[in-house]
């Protein structure tokens, strides 16, 4: 049965530079990189090397505990260069692309006609299980693990985000596609949510076989761990999957054609964007070929992500395996007078959450925000900031001090397995102490998977 949830905690915050739904044309990607760093908790181990000539779709490494989880090339071509860091790290893995794409030749397959395990047995012989997290951890799935349900969002709420409703206009073939494939991995629902005031598109409104949940609210309303709570509170023990919506429409082409399509419509904004949009790119491309020539000012953070949970990386890096955006916002490296922009001035120009600038008289004022985090970090301290902007019956500041001690059983009770770092961006964001509380969660449930997963 439908659920209408209504998220009343949160927070907007309502940045410049959001992408224009225009499509524009980005270069072609000379070499692609796929980076093992991507996957948390996954440990890699090699499959080619340098010199080896690969197809789109063929594996690139395995995880080292589920060797069955391989993780493929997005374009076929030469390896040219492995790159690890310290105690011989896999930090990426760098393939000059062919002028046209060689596909890993699969037949194509009807999902809905098939049994778990033969959609199983394709999904990770296509180098598709990748795509697939769980619930608790937040990692790649575990091909041994049989989910209580599966989730979809069809939406993003995080600042800058690309709109999903744009992206999958008219791929409902392959949406649906993909669904059909995941209902076969679960003998519970697939959850699809979708927003209660979007003008939500018929691929999402279309969908058949699947559980349709409304939701409406700030963000986080947009993130799947938010959404399994208010649906389906994980416990301990309990497993569940979650799959990015563009995603799912990838796993679905690759069902019908065959064929391993890493190709994808990235959001590129930011307040430095000069002119943002929507390019067509393949996974792992040069950032270069979307920002060059497109952004204002020398002193910026290209970040492959949203702006909330991104990664930053160089002007010369690559995007992300799982990264749907790429925003450029200015750098905050710099010192703030104490009238004009800092603490003491008027702060108009400020985005505050807390009504501690005029700026709140403004609310439809949207802001061009630097990274500064306006001061150093401080004693962790009890302030309510975190609980205002958190959806979840859960008590965050209580969880993320429990997380500092180690203290798994006291982990486990305040709500460890419901949560992911993202979960934690709006209160990292609001977050006097300047906590980073992402890492602090990260690490937190990287120690109950090792200890109790």
Known sequence: MSKDIKIKKGLNIPLKGEADKVLGTAERSDAFVVKPTDFKNFTPKLLVKEGQEVLAGSPLFFNKEYPDVKVGSPVSGKVVEVTRGAKRKILGIKILA???????????????SMSGEDVKKRLLDQCLWAYIKRRPYGTVARPTDKPLA???????????????DYILHGKDKEFQAGLDALKQLTDGKVHLNLHRELNTDAVFKDAKGVQINWVSGPHPAGNVGVQIHHIQPLNK???????AAQDVALIGSAFLTGKYDASRLVAVGGSSVKSPKYYKTIQGASISTLVTGNVEGDNNRIISGNVLTGTKVAADGYIGFFSKEVNVIPEGDHAKFFLSDGWAGAGLAKHSASRSYFSWLMPSKKYDLDTNTNGEKRALVVTGEYESVFPMDIYPQHLVKAIMIGDIELMENLGIYE??????????????????VQQVVKEGLALIEKECG
């Open 237 to 243: 023990g309990e497993v569940v999957f979650t799959v």
């Open 98 to 112: 062919d002028k046209e794409t060689r596909y890993a030749a699969f037949a194509p397959a009807n999902a809905a």
């Open 150 to 164: 599966i989730y979809v969002s069809a939406f993003d709420t995080a600042p800058l985000a690309g709109d999903c």
């Open 419 to 436: 949560v992911d770092e993202e979960d934690f961006a709006l209160c990292e964001y609001v977050c006097t102490s300047k906590t980073s």
